[in-house]
């Protein structure tokens, strides 16, 4: 019998047990079973590709956001709540096997949510399908690290290690180094600040260390020798991460208030659908999306439809928004210059 009909015979009993005091171990062993078989068919076989099946969903809508925590968070119950997809949800661990998304609509835009199997430390090394959700992750414009509020702070500071270490900073900006490798000319090191955790010295043996003995290097900020590692190393990925305790009714009210003081933080209550509208306000500031209102000459604007862009987005991007060809029929180029500054 394979793993998936030892699972779905499991559910089946369970399903036809009943629940009372007498068969309260037994489904207690079901269960303990049921979970057992589901971590082992999370954990990677030998000879499959990294990539597991249904991981694979298409980008939509206007961005992307990726739901990810230990197992049995609530992450399966948030995005049955917030958007019109159903994903089981359930009282054991590993629940969901794959990837689930759904969609949020809001402020006229369409964000996809994405709900992921559970990741549990180790998860960057590949236990469980870790490397697969931590990789759906990459590709996310903000990920919601969703937490059990009753579980305090340890969920939270390993699941940064397992990102950490595959190259995701949460919340942190790209350093501001200027970075160049050369043929030729040595290395060329100066900076516009001062400098109180880099030197000349240790920027050198950094780069002797990843075989660069030629490089230009501008330092525009304070840098640590961490951050300046990153610049070297390149494929970094810098992620919005906003921290989301669930269960917040399982809680003291010491303890909530606590937690929402935290930064980048959201306390909630999935079961008892508290503060969902502020998570909501919080994640589009995230996703910092910008909204472009058009409207006819002598009209007024039409705010129930906008044209939605990401950050950093150019007068070219929204040309090509109205229509393919709009861009290249413009005397002069459409300026690439980003929209913040008027928008
Ligand atoms: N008390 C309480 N329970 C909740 C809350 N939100 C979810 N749950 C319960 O937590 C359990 C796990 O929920 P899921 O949504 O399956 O969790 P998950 O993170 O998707 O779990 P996996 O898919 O196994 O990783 C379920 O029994 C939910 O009913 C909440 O706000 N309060
Ligand atoms: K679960
Ligand atoms: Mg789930």
Request: hydrophobic share 45%; aromatic share 8%; net charge negative.
């Given at each position: 019998m394979g793993i998936l009909e030892k699972i779905s015979e499991i559910e089946k009993e369970i399903a036809r047990t009943q629940k009372n005091k007498a068969t309260e171990y037994h489904l207690g062993l079901l269960k303990a079973k049921l979970a057992k078989y589901r971590a082992q068919l999370l954990e990677?076989?030998?000879?499959?590709?990294s990539k597991g099946e249904g991981f694979d969903v298409m980008k939509s809508g206007d961005a992307r956001v990726a739901l990810i925590g230990?197992?049995?968070?609530g992450k399966s119950t948030f995005l049955s709540l917030m958007t019109s997809t159903a994903s089981e949800a359930a009282s054991?661990?590993?629940?969901?096997?794959t990837c689930i998304p759904g969609v949020i609509e809001y402020k006229g835009a369409n964000i996809q949510l994405l709900d992921l199997p559970g990741i549990i430390e180790g998860a960057a090394q590949g236990k469980g399908r870790g490397r697969q959700v931590i990789a759906v992750a990459r590709t996310?414009?903000?990920?919601?690290?969703?937490?059990?509020?009753?579980?305090?702070e340890v969920q939270r500071s390993l699941l940064e290690k397992e990102l950490e270490s595959v190259g995701i900073r949460l919340n942190k900006h790209k350093p501001n180094i200027y970075f160049k490798p050369k043929k030729g000319g040595g290395i060329s090191f100066n900076s516009t600040v001062t400098l109180t955790q880099c030197s000349e010295k240790l920027v050198q043996l950094i780069l002797h260390e990843y075989k660069i003995f030629n490089a230009e290097v501008l330092f525009r900020e304070d840098c640590s020798p961490d951050e300046f590692i990153d610049v070297i190393v390149g494929n970094r990925v810098y992620m919005p991460c906003l921290y989301v305790y669930n269960?917040?009714?399982?809680?003291?009210m010491e303890e909530v208030d606590r937690l929402a003081r935290k930064p980048n933080s959201v306390v909630i209550s999935c079961g008892m659908k508290l503060n969902l509208d502020y998570l909501l306000e919080m994640l589009w500031e995230y996703l910092a999306l910008t909204c472009i209102y058009t409207k006819k000459r002598g009209q007024r604007p039409d705010f129930t439809d906008a044209i939605i862009l990401r950050k950093g987005a150019s007068v070219e991007h929204v040309c090509h928004r109205i229509h393919r060809s709009l861009a290249s029929q413009f005397k002069a180029p459409a300026p690439s210059t980003a929209l913040s500054g008027w928008a």
């Open positions: 990677p076989s030998k000879s499959a590709s230990f197992p049995s968070v054991y661990e590993f629940t969901t096997l996310a414009d903000v990920v919601i690290m969703m937490l059990d509020a009753t579980k305090g269960k917040i009714d399982q809680i003291s």
